[in-house]
């Protein structure tokens, strides 16, 4: 994809609960980056004034900036906060006649628990499923069937799909209907037949068919995942239609992407009709900037970990390669659409700190006070303690350097706010409690990142620690410590790495056609599978304006022993059109991962392997960020050293002096030890006495622990 004439930057902002994130970059010029508060529910408010702080940044205006700028990328939390905020459509959902149950039944009895903390879990008797999106008064069975072959058994019957559309329409009053008749990923064309029906009968109404946007086997996941997409589909479109009002009144006139839940890029016109594509877009880009940093320093096995101002998430990649949810869920609720693995928990700077009524114990989170009112100290209305009011209690923020000083904190509103609601109830002064809170977050933190290593038969030692989020620096020392990682990496672009990995993505589309065959099949069937999709992609990625040589396809195939349920995907490395050695290296890979995913020993051929699902990624290859390297200088920290201050350090049980830093007077080579506290204009980093911090070649930050690697 070509810049357009005399325009050379590429923009990329994130939409946190809390924070607005922007990056910007030029080939051969460094990165900026920009921060400001989120502007709920007017998000494209608090874009632009993020767009605006990098511009500042760069001596530059807000229209000069977007004058000079040919690409904007763009990642919001605006579908997981339809989804868990039940703020979407009133759906109606037409289904094959005689399964109009299956949204309701689920997955059986994982219903009932499916998506609940382990706390809940414990008590199976007193759980209940999720309330549906679409409850069963809206939910109509259609005189309609396509057998696994894809030949039409029965036909649909236009006036008995018009009535039913009229009485959810009129009766019901819906605004949107999901489709999803069973085996429609093999032939789509009744459900095709209902959408220009519903075209002519109600062409208001949002109208989502699951053979477009989730052509899958699984008949739950595929109908839930329709009906997800239904529910938040108005919403995504009015959305990002504002988004591209917004920017058409500046002088930005290039294209805008957004990023999806599986770590590409699609048009925003694209984006707007898969909405279920855009949930944990966040996360995901996440990912992708810190597998783009593992790269550059040479670090393939990284533990991935993201604090903003609502969630603490965290993802594991091995060996440069990025591990994708086996069974996405939003909230309660599955869904069929590729995602990034990423494991989250209620813990991130807006975090409410609470005593509970009834046992009397703290908690820190699930609820946020996210950036308006935001914590107590932010001083904009919030009366409920954070996390973010905790590190200022302990001494870890400078109250005149949050977001650059453009925002002057407020700690003795912060103090009285938590001995008011936290300190007094649990009988304890206001900094123990603090402490005891800090403390509390980082093994809940600790706890979460041991699931998806320990648990899974990884060890966290053999691991980098990479710590992103504007709030991750002023843990990260404690729990990266607990868990004995090798070293810990803060970024430069710490505090805004989604939007750094929003330009490390690529734009992406994806393709999938369902048969079944035998393993020993004839690799030139395979090949007759892949030639439409390929054909297809490429003239895609064509018309974006991608040459032959942007064009990327990826082949991967689900795999299984024969009878079992679950497949894993597992891509084709060898040549493609695929020959007889391809194959054999594609089932080699399928064991090899088989074993890692369910233990040494568990592969077995002998069982024949079957071939259920072939994916095409096809990928058009964006130009990426140039991170350059600076020539390392003298060790000595002194000239960046703005004084000392008592701050929590963990060996000594207390409040005790430390070294405060400025990251902007700090210089490559440089080496400092903890306890200290470097601030930055966009975020804090914490080293905990015994640990050593170098700034390497690239301005990051650079942990060793004490007795590490």
């Not at 903003?308 to 440069?320: D, L, Y």
């Not at 992609?537 to 040589?549: I, N, T, V």
């Not at 470097?678 to 980093?685: A, E, G, M, N």
């Amino acid at each position: 994809m070509e810049e357009a004439a005399g325009r050379k930057y590429v923009i990329a902002t994130d939409v946190g609960g809390t924070c607005t994130d922007t990056v910007v970059f030029a080939a051969g010029e460094p990165i900026r980056i920009g921060k400001a508060l989120s502007t709920p529910p007017d998000f494209a408010t608090g874009i632009l004034d993020s767009i605006r702080s990098a511009a500042q940044s760069m001596g530059e205006t807000l229209d000069s900036l977007l004058a000079d700028t040919y690409l904007f990328i763009h990642g919001s939390t605006v579908v997981d906060n339809c989804i868990l905020t039940r703020d979407g459509a009133k759906v109606g959902l037409l289904t094959t006649k005689g399964f109009e149950d299956t949204i309701l039944v689920t997955r059986g009895a994982y219903g009932r628990w499916g998506g609940l903390t382990e706390d809940k879990i414990k008590h199976i008797a007193k759980t209940e499923r999720a309330a549906p999106l679409v409850p069963a008064e809206r939910i109509i069975g259609i005189s309609e069937r396509t057998d696994a072959e894809g030949q039409i058994l029965k036909e649909l019957d236009p006036q008995e799909v018009e009535k039913a559309i009229r009485h959810l329409v009129e009766e019901e009053g819906v605004d949107a209907i999901a489709v999803a008749f069973l085996w429609s990923f093999i032939n789509e064309t009744n459900e095709r037949m209902v959408k220009d029906i519903a075209a002519k009968v109600a062409p208001n109404v949002y109208c989502t068919l699951s053979s477009s946007i989730a052509p899958l086997p699984g008949e739950y996941e595929r109908t839930s995942t329709s009906v997800i997409n239904a529910y938040a589909g108005r919403i995504t479109q009015s959305y990002l239609a504002d988004l591209e009002q917004k920017l058409a009144q500046t002088a930005y006139r290039g294209q805008i992407m957004v990023m999806q839940g599986y770590g590409g890029l699609l048009p925003a016109n694209e984006a707007a009709d898969r909405s279920v594509g855009m949930l944990e877009c966040g996360p995901a880009a996440g990912v992708i900037g810190s597998r783009s940093l593992g790269e550059l320093l040479k670090q393939p096995d990284v533990i991935a970990t993201d604090m903003g101002g609502t969630t603490f998430k965290v993802s594991v990649i091995q060996n440069g390669e990025i591990e994708f949810a086996r069974e996405p869920m939003v909230d309660r609720y599955h869904y069929a659409a590729p995602k990034i693995e990423v494991v989250s928990i209620g813990a991130g700077g807006g975090s409410i700190v609470s005593i509970d009524e009834a046992t009397g114990e703290p908690h820190v989170g699930p609820r946020s006070a996210g950036s308006r009112p935001g914590p107590v100290c932010y001083g904009l209305g919030g009366t409920e303690p954070t996390l973010t009011d905790v590190f200022m209690l302990i001494g870890y923020m400078d109250p005149s350097t949050f977001l650059g000083g453009s925002i002057q904190l407020n700690p003795d509103a912060a103090r009285k706010a938590f001995d008011e609601k936290v300190a007094k109830p649990l009988n304890m002064s206001v900094e123990e409690a603090a402490i005891g809170i800090y403390r509390l977050a980082s093994a809940q933190i600790t706890d979460l990142i041991r699931e998806i290593t320990v648990e899974r038969g990884l060890d966290p030692r053999d691991y980098v620690l990479h710590s992103f989020g504007g709030s991750c620096g002023m843990l990260s020392a404690m729990f990266g410590a607990e868990l004995g990682v090798k070293k810990i990496v803060i970024p430069y672009t710490a505090s805004v790495n989604c939007a750094f990995g929003l330009v490390s993505a690529d734009i992406v589309h994806q393709y999938a056609t369902t048969r079944t065959l035998r393993a020993d099949t004839d690799p030139e069937e395979i090949n007759r599978i892949y030639e439409p999709m390929v054909a297809e992609a490429r003239e895609q990625l064509k018309q974006e304006g991608f040459k032959e040589d942007e064009i990327s396809l990826e082949w991967a195939v689900d795999l299984r022993y024969a009878r079992q349920v679950h497949e894993l995907t597992t891509t084709v490395r060898g040549a493609t059109p695929m020959d007889q050695q391809a194959l054999e290296q594609l089932l080699s890979d399928f064991e090899a991962l088989y074993e890692r995913k369910y233990g040494k020993g568990s592969a077995y051929r002998e069982a024949g392997i079957e071939m259920k699902l072939f994916r095409l990624t096809a990928r058009g290859v964006l130009k990426k960020p140039e991170v350059p390297a600076v020539e390392m200088g003298g060790e000595d920290a002194s000239g960046a050293l703005m004084g000392r201050r008592d701050i929590f350090v963990e060996a000594q049980g207390k409040l005790a002096p430390a070294d405060i830093y400025n990251f902007d007077k700090l210089t490559p080579g440089n080496r400092l030890s903890g306890p200290a506290v470097i601030h930055t204009p966009i975020t804090t980093i914490v080293l905990q006495q015994g640990q050593k911090a170098m700034m390497d070649e690239y301005r990051n930050i650079v942990v060793e622990l004490e007795g590490g690697a």
